[in-house]
């Protein structure tokens, strides 16, 4: 647990290698839960994936630091359905990292809180989510900020691990 304080803001594009590194040391984590010949993708692969999508795909970001370390971050964009057509009323997060120093020390929670109010004040009326099946601190996790786990799988093409969809309705009006 860490006793750092936090400087959140909005991630610029020059963040993104930071948000790749996140993505790096927090897929690294997986390792205690998945197949033992499962690897995450390359950072370079994250990477340039993060600079085709990210904000081309209305994608917004907000980072953490510790001084000028990096402690986290989320990513949240409106959801597209299975045609890659976009769904106006539902927000994706897409992703919530946490540095695992940094595990316990309530970041995950004020990140969490942050991606929600922004996803209402954008107009979204629900976020959704995907989580990898096996990952149960994350899926607790979610359950505890108020996801709601619909039963809906899928297999992710990047990870190459099954995920859990979860809804979280955002209570606009």
Sequence with gaps: MSDAKFTIRAAKTSDLGTIADNLVEGLSTYRGWTPKAWNPPARTEMLIGLLQRFPRDGSWAHVAMTGTAPAGHIM?????????????????????????????????????????ADMAERGFASGRLL???????????????????????????????QLAEYVLELGRG
């Design 76 to 116: 949240i964009r409106p959801d597209r359905d299975d045609a890659d057509a976009p769904r106006p009323d539902v927000a994706l997060l897409a992703q919530l990292f946490v540095r695992e120093q940094h595990w316990g020390s309530g970041l995950a929670r004020q990140l969490h809180a942050l991606g929600v």
């Design 131 to 161: 989580v990898a099946s096996g990952h149960a601190r994350a899926q607790a996790f979610y359950v505890r900020q108020g996801w709601r786990p619909t039963g809906g799988l899928e297999t992710s093409g990047e990870l190459g691990l």
